[in-house]
């Protein structure tokens, strides 16, 4: 584990013990306890650890080596399955599940970084824990408590894994088509049949026992998502038998080559209904919501280790200088100081506004006051879509700039940068596409009774009023443009189109002043201050200083998406 991978836990840490969020999650002592420093770092370190000396060979490895199909079974690239077995050991599977089912009950914002630190050795390997993750929060909320109680243990433990089955040819975003079935059989049991694409895990021999969280409509339900309800489809039965659970064949990808996304089919295999019938796709937020947060973990954990690559070899690269002198380090050049700034810059806001809704995602489940839970619900519903959308495009744009610092170099497998621009690209594609996450932002949070961005607003403004630092006014102005077009966009006379078209526009705007909350909160740090502060420091005021006329291009450009539907026509 190289110097890097310090800076990296040194800056997870001081996001910690910054962030009021996180202070209020640790006041909280239902799973805040885990939040004390030497627990903190004795945490953090292990994890890099982890990531650093078993992950990163191993993405390597699993990037040439690709996953197959042989007798309707995965077969990963070697080394995966011995990587597991010390996730397992290490009791990393679920690091924030209930201990009473086996798990270390972290606080979600610690797990966050715990996974953050995984992503930057593997995503590709991540990908299974984070479902798991997922999984689990969503059957201790919704099933019943028989199988919960089956189920939850195993997965904790890492001898059962988890999958999460929406998408189907013509009803991938567009959920209320779905066509799988799901009936009772004479003697009660339920039988669901449908074809589905996209999974990720779909099959692995990694784990016993593998269960699909599935969609699917009940014979004379309705028509569209409300008619959908959720089960738990196991491809192995309580009696040990394979269930009529069947891998179709397995996509060949751009990147994550390490990580099989499996077509599958269930030919009337046995399935649990959980929770209530025709209350599917509200159910599966459960787990939708910690998924499309280990996206943004996914996007830093790329966009550090693509920044930390940078940064060390502009240290030890040298080209130009004087002529009559020897070549200086690169890093001494401007443009790639630049560079390097603005990569900081956009990693540390968004794992500061990471580690936030990690802590409100705690706060409105454990939280006594009931005030509080539901401040934190709206906040977090919020920021949620920006999240998703941010990471993903964090990881792609600083891999970009990352390999412009290497010059020709990085262009190379000699270095992972390129693996990580090929393998970052699908995070805007799953959990929901950009476009996605804009319409989701505007239709649920910006138009309405707004009252995410409601508080959003006034937390945003209380930290900047209190503020001692002299860019304030920028973040302030774009808070002002994000509200300006929430009510530009909730106008009754506004055309639907008009408002479609200004979404994706309308999600840098919020996503822009969400990270500038953050990064006045990290340029308004006070007192003495080690590396790391410091880091954060300069990187929040940074970015302060790229926002002066960010606000108004931004509303210029949703009223121009606005208006370039009237082209359509022409």
Known sequence: ??????????????HLALSPEAGRVRDLGVVGEALDPDVVEAVLEEAARFSADVLVPFDKTSDA????????????????????????EGGWVAVDAPEAYGGQALPLCLASAVQELFDR??????????????????????????????????????????TICISEAEAGSDVGRIRAKAAQDKAGVWRLTGEKMWISYGDHPLTERIGHLTLARIEGDAAGTRGLSLFLVPNVLDNGLCNNVHVRGIEHKMGLHGSPTCAMGFEGAQAVLIGEQGRGLPQLFSMIIAMRLNVCCQGLGFAEDSYETAFDYALERRQGGRPDAPPVPIIEHADVRANLLSMASEIETLRGLNIAASALADISEFDQDIDER?????????????????????????????????????????????????????????????????????????????VGLLEFLRCARDECAASKEPLAQCAETLFNALESASIWLSDPAREPLEVEAAATPTLRLATMAAQSWIALRLSSQEGEQDAAAKRLTISGRYWLKELEGQATRLLQAIYFAADKQSLWST
Request: aromatic share 8%; hydrophobic share 50%; net charge positive.
């Open 65 to 88: 080596e690709g996953c197959s199909v042989e007798d309707e079974r995965v077969r990963l690239a070697s080394g995966h399955a011995e990587a597991w077995a010390q996730c397992c």
């Open 374 to 450: 539901k401040k934190a619900t709206a906040l977090l519903g919020f920021l949620l879509p920006i999240l998703k959308n941010a990471g993903a495009e964090a990881a792609f744009e600083i891999s970009a700039k990352a390999i412009l610092v290497l010059g020709g170099a990085g262009f190379t497998k000699d270095w992972p940068i390129e693996r990580h621009l090929r393998d970052s690209r699908v995070l805007a594609i799953f959990e929901g596409t950009t476009g996605i996450q804009a319409l989701d932002l505007v239709k649920r949070q910006l138009t309405g009774a707004r």
């Open 121 to 162: 050795g593997s995503v590709s390997f991540g990908m299974l824990p984070g479902a798991i993750r997922g999984a689990i929060k969503l059957l201790k909320a919704h099933a019943a408590p028989e199988v919960a109680e089956a189920w939850i243990p195993k997965l904790a433990s890492g001898k059962w894994g988890a």
């Open 1 to 14: 584990m190289n110097e890097s991978w310090y800076r990296h836990i040194a800056a997870l840490r001081a």
